[in-house]
């Protein structure tokens, strides 16, 4: 992630002894629905990551009702300098979505959310995946002075999963339901399943 200095501030913050509590609550929330993760699990580091951008980005602290960032956003207001206040307020903005790789175009990965069907260009820099056209991934898009960057947490589908989610995005759109981040982690539970059992096919544990 680019500025990953600026993120890993606010996550010492916000992981503190004062939140501890809160994380715990995110950390059973996050496990009943995206699956608990194992440290034999191939993509362990990654889907800590995961779990600790959604606590970070999206996930509402009951007693106050702000997410984390905003929370730091807030009380921290007068030490956070301009370069980093800018920084947070793309993350405020971040896109978590479902994507499926387009092509690329010079230093630029051409992406398409398949829940908006939005194309973003996100710059390649920082960052340490080889993209392949026709790649489905999870994944949080925030822009930036001008451009659009990943965060540091992916989730690839295989693209035999990619009719059903396709599908499954276009019946929650055609029912006006706009929040998806509840089947985005269903899907990274059944990602997990198919990751540990590789001799099934994508389709059976998809549906």
Same mark, same amino acid.
């Given at each position: 992630?680019?500025? %990953?200095?600026y993120f890993n501030k606010?996550?010492?913050?916000?992981?503190?002894?004062?939140?501890?509590?809160?994380?715990?609550?995110? $950390?059973?929330?996050?496990?009943?629905?995206?699956? *608990?993760?194992?440290?034999?699990? =191939? &993509?362990?580091?990654? $889907?800590?990551? &995961?779990?600790?951008?959604?606590? +970070?980005?999206?996930?509402?602290?009951?007693?106050?009702?702000?997410?984390?960032?905003?929370?730091?956003?807030?009380?921290?207001? &007068?030490?956070? =300098?301009?370069?980093?206040?800018?920084?947070? #307020?793309?993350?405020?903005?971040?896109?978590? #979505?479902?994507? *499926?790789?387009?092509? %690329?175009? =010079? *230093?630029?990965?051409?992406?398409?959310?398949?829940?908006?069907?939005?194309?973003?260009?996100? #710059?390649?820099?920082?960052?340490?995946?080889?993209?392949?056209?026709?790649?489905?991934? *999870?994944?949080?898009?925030?822009p930036f002075k001008g451009?659009?960057?990943? #965060?540091?947490?992916?989730?690839?589908?295989? =693209?035999?999963?990619?009719?059903?989610?396709?599908?499954?995005?276009?019946?929650?759109?055609?029912?006006?339901?706009?929040?998806? &981040?509840?089947? +985005?982690?269903?899907?990274?539970?059944?990602?997990?399943?198919?990751?540990?059992?590789?001799?099934?096919?994508?389709?059976? +544990?998809? $549906?």
């Amino acid at each position: 992630m680019i500025h %990953q200095e600026y993120f890993n501030k606010l996550v010492n913050v916000m992981t503190s002894e004062t939140y501890l509590e809160d994380v715990k609550k995110a $950390r059973a929330e996050y496990i009943k629905i995206a699956g *608990e993760v194992f440290e034999d699990d =191939k &993509s362990f580091e990654m $889907r800590m990551t &995961s779990f600790l951008e959604w606590y +970070i980005l999206a996930h509402p602290i009951n007693t106050i009702n702000k997410t984390p960032l905003k929370i730091y956003l807030d009380e921290y207001t &007068s030490s956070i =300098k301009d370069e980093e206040r800018e920084f947070f #307020s793309g993350l405020v903005n971040t896109i978590h #979505s479902i994507f *499926e790789v387009k092509g %690329q175009k =010079k *230093e630029f990965l051409k992406i398409r959310d398949l829940f908006s069907m939005e194309n973003y260009l996100v #710059s390649e820099n920082n960052i340490n995946h080889n993209f392949r056209k026709g790649d489905i991934l *999870e994944a949080k898009v925030f822009p930036f002075k001008g451009k659009y960057f990943f #965060s540091n947490a992916f989730c690839f589908h295989p =693209k035999k999963a990619g009719k059903f989610i396709s599908g499954e995005l276009k019946k929650m759109k055609k029912n006006n339901n706009p929040d998806i &981040s509840d089947f +985005i982690l269903k899907l990274s539970y059944m990602n997990l399943k198919w990751e540990r059992a590789r001799g099934i096919d994508a389709k059976e +544990i998809y $549906r």
